[in-house]
């Protein structure tokens, strides 16, 4: 069952290029684990284990492929400028991001439940990475099978479309791993998880496109995150800290989303 063909081109454009990958390579080199290492550097006794802990980025860098440069010197100081200064434009789904209720349930959009209504609560906080079974969309049986115990708030599903490395293919797979309407349905009836994090760019199985999204997003409460990084991290409990941008009115936002372990 095909989609509809405007969603398939909104898809497709929020898709990455495979340039991406080197981009998020040289990214990895400097935001890696060992990032801002505090050897040498003079703090209070404490101070860096505060809250301390292993910092995992979980963010793509977001592809310029479709639209043209994301980021783009609007003065720059080889034309005689006393500064560079750039100007940032790209879809507000693209890359790793967050859906607001907003994005497909229009009363939600009327009622202004925008990215900017977001929980913060819900967005930071312990969260569970889980692999889903490999031979399977995230159907209601699927679910069953994962075994999320009450009380997880925070879930981050890693499917085929990892071991398929999709976000490092250009063009689009319509074949990826997502939620099926009834799997989406069971998570909301049977758990208590509002953030549901996903390995590509939709939550919704192509097959279940609205419908899955429209399961989770009706209530208002459910917050899906896309196209997270969740390649070679352990399996198990992290915690969580994801922050979208203040886009008043916009129902999605860029996210960057790390995991502290
Ligand atoms: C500098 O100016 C030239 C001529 O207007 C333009 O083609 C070029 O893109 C500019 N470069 C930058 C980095 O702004
Ligand atoms: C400013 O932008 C130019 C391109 O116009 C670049 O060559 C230069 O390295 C930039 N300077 C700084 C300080 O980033
Ligand atoms: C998941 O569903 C899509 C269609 O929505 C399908 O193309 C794909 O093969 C399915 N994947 C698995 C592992 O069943």
């Not at 409990?237 to 916009?250: D, E, K």
Request: charged residues 20%.
């Amino acid at each position: 069952m095909a989609g509809p063909p405007a969603l398939t081109f909104l898809l497709l454009v929020l898709l990455l290029p495979a340039h991406q990958a080197i981009a998020t390579a040289a990214g990895d080199a400097h935001g890696g684990p060992a990032a801002g290492g505090a050897a040498g550097r003079r703090h209070a006794p404490g101070l860096e284990e505060y809250g301390g802990g292993r910092i995992v980025d979980i963010t793509h860098v977001p592809s310029d492929a479709a639209a043209g440069p994301l980021v783009r010197l609007k003065e720059s100081m080889e034309n005689g400028s006393d500064y560079n200064l750039s100007e940032l434009r790209m879809p507000c789904h693209m890359g790793t991001h967050v859906d607001a209720p907003g994005h497909m349930i229009q009363a939600h959009f009327a009622a202004c439940l925008d990215v900017d209504t977001l929980d913060l609560e819900v967005l930071n906080g312990p969260a569970l990475l889980v692999d889903v079974p490999r031979h399977t969309n995230i159907t209601a049986e699927a679910m069953e099978s994962l075994n999320i115990p009450r009380g997880v708030r925070r879930v981050l599903f890693r499917t085929l479309n990892t071991d398929r490395g999709l976000m490092w293919k250009q063009g689009g797979d319509m074949s990826f791993v997502g939620f099926t309407e009834d799997g989406a349905q069971w998570l909301v009836d049977n758990t208590d998880i509002k953030l549901v994090g996903i390995d590509y760019i939709s939550v919704a199985s192509f097959d279940h496109l609205i419908t899955a999204h429209v399961a989770f997003l009706k209530n208002a409460d459910i917050i899906p995150v896309e196209a997270l990084k969740l390649d070679n991290i352990n399996t198990g409990l992290y915690m969580l800290h994801c922050l979208p941008l203040r886009l008043v009115g916009s129902e999605g936002s860029p996210i960057r989303c790390i995991l502290i372990k």
